[in-house]
């Protein structure tokens, strides 16, 4: 845990060197404001290790800020109130709705996975406890503290003021611009959480601040750039034509926010056009679900692409709640295993590491016909890493199976910037920032984009590693 200082200083503990678990901490004046309190995902017993750690004694927090709802930034928050957290916790109105249908999800999937791995290792004595339960997730939800995009929050006794701007990554996901002292002054510090794309299929692009001093900025592809979304239709077509000729199924394992309504949207529009076969489609996750709807209802809202909201009124359902069938019972799911394709199951979670999707995997990855395909970035260690590595034999829940499935990988999907849009992003700016922190990404992506800055004429990057402090000027 971080030792309180007379200085200001910014430590990181995790999404440094990865791209899961984002955890900063920012000191100042004795006053303590965690930026995110991400999962780590990865190998299980390193993530249960490293979720465990929290980076400063929960209790001693004034605050918490949280950038967006995704798991891998909110999904130690119910650990943290558990272990005494008394603080706030700060974000959008859109991120707390989102929030409080997936922190509930994440509980029920840790008690129902953690039940199913020990039933199955009952013989050899291995068990696993989940990290907390639907009574943490819920009084989590009580410190929830929703905050307009724009409007400024002072926080800590008025030490710190933070304000939350568009990031564009997904339904309210929003950029953190932070005022701290630093010796008789004040400094400006944005930290980007995930950093959305300039073209996008949903959200509007991010917006770019001034006179920024320290950034905390995201570099998950700080090395590659996406391939054009346009071509997404006709690659998504092939893939079905052959699943229809085969009888097969295609499993996209996809994140609940974002990446699914992303999918079905293509689908609508593929539908609409005639390119889209005749194939059933089954959204397999109450939690994928319950946002689906969350974002029919905020369809209209600032964080949508002004296309998008275009197709919406024309098309009247672009989530195809008329059409597709959206699976909320364990009975239901269940019944499509028994079920002979050709289909279409879109199921989380979106790097295989927990919920109904490894359900579905166990099931037919050992059949020729099955495709698996990932839309998603896939972290080291995650089952989804290993599929589209190419691993023969995978384990899931603890068992060996053959991957016989063929496993295709669609990088058009990203809601992440990519290289061409971080470099725009940092070049953007008013004025180059006194550092800039590059997280979440992977090693070789984050000295990959810290070169490129080098040579726009950019230096002063810093790549932190996992619990390093450093201290504001």
Known sequence: MAETTGKTTISFFGAAGEVTGSRHLLEAKGKKILLDCGMFQG???????????????????????LSHAHIDHSGG???????????????????????????MDSARLQVADAKFFNKVHLSSGMRIEPLYNEDDARLTLTKFKACDFGAEAHLAGGTVSAKFLNAGHVLGSAMVQISVPVGGERRRLLYTGDLGRRASILMRS??????????????????????PVDDAEARLEAIIK??????????????????????????????????????????????????????????????????????????????????????????????????????????????????????????????????ILIVGYQAAGTLGRRLQDGANKVKIFGLEHDVAARVETMHFFSS???????????????????????????????????????????NNTVLPDFGQSFDLE
């Open 43 to 65: 190998h299980r017993q390193e993530s249960i290790e490293k979720n465990r750690s929290l980076p400063a004694r929960p209790a001693e927090l004034d605050a918490v800020l």
């Open 77 to 103: 928050l119910p650990l943290l109130v558990k272990k005494g957290l008394k603080a706030n916790i700060y974000c959008t109105g859109a991120t707390k709705e989102l929030a409080s249908i997936m922190l």
């Open 206 to 227: 991010p917006e770019i601040p001034r006179d920024v001093d320290y950034l905390i900025m995201e570099t998950t592809y700080g090395d590659r750039n996406h391939e």
């Open 242 to 371: 052959r699943a229809v000729a085969e009888k097969g199924k295609i499993i996209i394992p996809s994140f609940a926010l974002e990446r699914a309504q992303e999918i079905i949207l293509i689908l609508d529009k593929m539908r609409r056009s005639g390119a889209a076969l005749d194939i059933p489609v089954y959204v397999d996750s109450p939690m994928t679900v319950s946002i689906t709807e969350l974002f029919n209802k905020y369809k209209d809202s600032f964080s949508f692409d002004e296309r998008f909201k275009e197709y919406a009124k024309m098309d009247k359902d672009p989530f195809g709640f008329d059409y597709i069938n959206y699976v909320r019972t364990k009975e239901e799911s269940q019944a499509l295993n028994e079920t002979d394709g050709p289909m279409i199951i879109i199921s989380a979670s979106g790097m295989c590491e927990g919920g109904r999707v490894l359900h579905h995997l166990r099931n037919n990855i050992d059949k020729e016909n099955t495709t």
């Open 416 to 458: 992440h910037a990519d290289k061409n849009d971080l470099i725009a992003f940092v070049k953007g700016l008013s004025r180059p920032p006194k550092k800039i922190f590059l997280v979440h990404g992977d090693t070789a992506d984050r000295a990959a984009f810290a070169q490129t800055l080098k040579a726009e004429g950019i």
